[in-house]
């Protein structure tokens, strides 16, 4: 059964920190580059950051020194600590891999809100 479930969003002020967690079923993780992605009310769905099983990562510039990416392959987990948020981060994050072949499902994603 593929899933892909998200957790962690919130509500936070500009500068604050928080950590995403996801976690999916084997079909989609075992062994292939998963991703962040996020979508802001009105906008195109975006890769944020990705890690390949082997741990090479890629981050959009608009992230770069204030997300990072991680994952557990043991437990089919990705995480993404998010630090220094600022407004125009305020979007649904999703997980998922970043192999287009792979993407027919999506999870719910959890909402993440930097606000005053």
């Known amino acids: 059964q593929v899933h892909l479930v998200e957790s962690g969003g919130g509500l936070v002020q500009p500068g604050g920190s928080l950590t995403l967690s996801c976690v999916a079923s084997g079909s989609i993780f075992s062994r292939n580059t998963m991703g962040w992605y996020r979508q802001a009310p009105g906008k195109q769905r975006e890769l944020v950051a990705s890690m390949t099983s082997g741990g090479n990562t890629y981050y959009v510039d608009s992230v770069k020194g204030r997300f990072t990416i991680s994952r557990d392959n043991a437990k089919n987990m990705v995480f993404l600590q998010m630090n220094s948020l600022k407004f125009e981060d305020t979007a649904v994050y999703y997980c998922?891999?970043?192999?287009?072949?792979?993407?027919?499902?999506w999870g719910q994603g959890t909402q993440v809100t930097v606000s005053l």
């Open positions: 998922n891999a970043v192999r287009p072949s792979l993407q027919a499902y």
